[in-house]
């Protein structure tokens, strides 16, 4: 029989577990092109940032540059989105929360409008687009998080089963994420540099 002491001790823990719960990462991985990227590949996880560490010079941290949802334009049906560099950006973030959800990367902020996850194409930016139409749980799924070999580091965002073609570019405003970046896109691509997309959890 446990001890008085055991279980106190078992309930402590236990409560401290419920007063502060972990972030809950699904480890089951069926987005096409991710499962041959090794154990402990994830497709749902909460509680994280983005951030774009350059893989060609040194970094100022190991979180690298934080990455937030940025303004990409709009027509009279939709509002677009894209990931890139906070420190350029110069409004007011709407969307200040990102989420993996079954694949496919989930924008929030207050009261911003619903908005979806759009496919992302060799030499384009990973864009969302806001409509009345626009459903979070139906964005393209394909997206996933990579562990380092032995854990040695923090997980890393891939796209279509990559993460090693991840660029940042200087657009008309700020620096964006785009994927296989490529020139006559609408960036300047003599401006672009190799960055991983590197998940902070807290």
């Not at 987005?31 to 749902?44: T, W």
Request: charged residues 10%; negative net charge; contains cysteine.
């Amino acid at each position: 029989m446990p001890s008085f002491s055991s279980l106190t001790i078992a309930i402590a823990l236990a409560t401290s577990i419920m007063a502060h719960p972990p972030t809950i990462v699904s480890r089951a991985s069926p987005v096409p092109g991710c499962d041959g990227l090794g154990v402990g590949v994830f497709n749902s996880a909460s509680r994280f940032k983005l951030g774009a560490v350059n893989t060609t010079l040194a970094n100022a941290n190991i979180t690298g540059a934080p990455l937030v949802v940025n303004s990409a334009g709009a027509t009279n049906s939709a509002t677009f989105w894209h990931l890139g560099t906070w420190a350029q950006y110069p409004d007011p973030l709407e969307y200040t929360s990102i989420s993996l959800a079954n694949g496919t990367l989930v924008i929030e902020g207050d009261g911003a409008p619903p908005a979806q996850a759009a496919p992302v194409d060799a030499g384009n930016s990973l864009e969302w687009f806001s409509s009345s139409t626009a459903d979070p749980a139906e964005g393209a799924q394909i997206y996933c998080g990579v562990p380092p070999p032995g854990n040695a580091g923090s997980p890393v965002l891939a796209v279509n089963g990559d993460t090693d073609s991840f660029s940042l570019c200087q657009s008309s405003f700020e620096n964006v994420v785009y994927y296989k970046a490529q020139p006559d896109h609408g960036y300047d691509f003599d401006s672009c540099y190799p960055v991983k997309l590197v998940f902070t959890f807290f």
